[in-house]
Every structure is written in structure tokens, then in C-alpha cells.
């Protein structure tokens, strides 16, 4: 694929998934052997990642996703963006507190054959527990 397409994939997977809940695009844009490496351990694959999305559209039942930016180059997209919602259902054994967050983040995301096969975020997680109203875990 293009980069102009790989692009135009990771958007409509963010708009689809997260904003929408349209969890059947991740078995079209996502391999079978597709990796998230998420501060809280690798999610595998794309009933892993529909967990790891329906997880959040729980905690945080008014999510929506806005990408400020997005650069691509062979097979790698990188896209910076910011997570907005209220934190209103458990979200990994923490509470809901009823705050609102504008959490940013920045991922790269490697493609093979067409499909997203790795995505590594880059975020900064005591920020997230401080705007959630939770403390973070130790250990």
C-alpha cells in the first residue's frame, strides 16, 4: 500500500473504532498477528485490541479521538492526537471518578502487506491518572 493509504487506514480505524464502536474494522485494517505495545502490557491481535477498545468506550462512554497530526514514510505512520472523554465506568480496576480528560498521545504504527501489524504509543501515563482522579499503580 501507499503511504497516502496507510494514512487514510489509521484514520478511518480511529474514527471507526474509538469514536464509533465499530469494532468489525479492526478485523479489516488490523493482522492476525497485529501487536499493540500498551503501557499495561502487549495486546495481541484483533479480539485483543476490540477488548482494549470496549474497555475504554466504557470507562469513557463519551470518548472521541482527534489526530492534530500524522507523518508517514515506507511502511511506518506516526500521528499525535488527543483522547477526550469522562471517566465514568471502570476502567482497569479503577472507579470512575466522573472527570473529564484530554489525555495526548503520540503512536507509530508499522504496516505490512497492507494490514497495521505493530503500534507503539508514547504517552505520559501520570498525567492520564492525574486527570482520571485516580492514583496510579505501584509496584
Known amino acids: 500500500m501507499s503511504v497516502e493509504e496507510n494514512k487514510a487506514t489509521v484514520r478511518r480505524f480511529i474514527e471507526e473504532v474509538f469514536n464509533k464502536g465499530n469494532m468489525a474494522v479492526a478485523d479489516e ?3 492476525s498477528n497485529y501487536v499493540y505495545h500498551s503501557g499495561f502490557g502487549d495486546i495481541k491481535g484483533p479480539e485483543g485490541l476490540k477488548q482494549f477498545a470496549t474497555m475504554l468506550r466504557t470507562a469513557l462512554p463519551d470518548i472521541h479521538v482527534t489526530i492534530d497530526d ?3 514514510e515506507r511502511e511506518m505512520v506516526a500521528y499525535r492526537f488527543k ?3 469522562t471517566f465514568k465506568g471502570e476502567m482497569m480496576g479503577m472507579a470512575p471518578t466522573g472527570k473529564q480528560i484530554t489525555f495526548p498521545e503520540a503512536h507509530f504504527v508499522r504496516f505490512e502487506g497492507g494490514k497495521e501489524v505493530e503500534e507503539t504509543p508514547f504517552a505520559d501515563s501520570l498525567n492520564l491518572y492525574q486527570q482520571l482522579g485516580v492514583r496510579p499503580p505501584t509496584g
Open 70 to 72: 500524522m507523518v508517514a
Open 29 to 31: 485494517v488490523l493482522a
Open 83 to 85: 483522547l477526550m472523554g
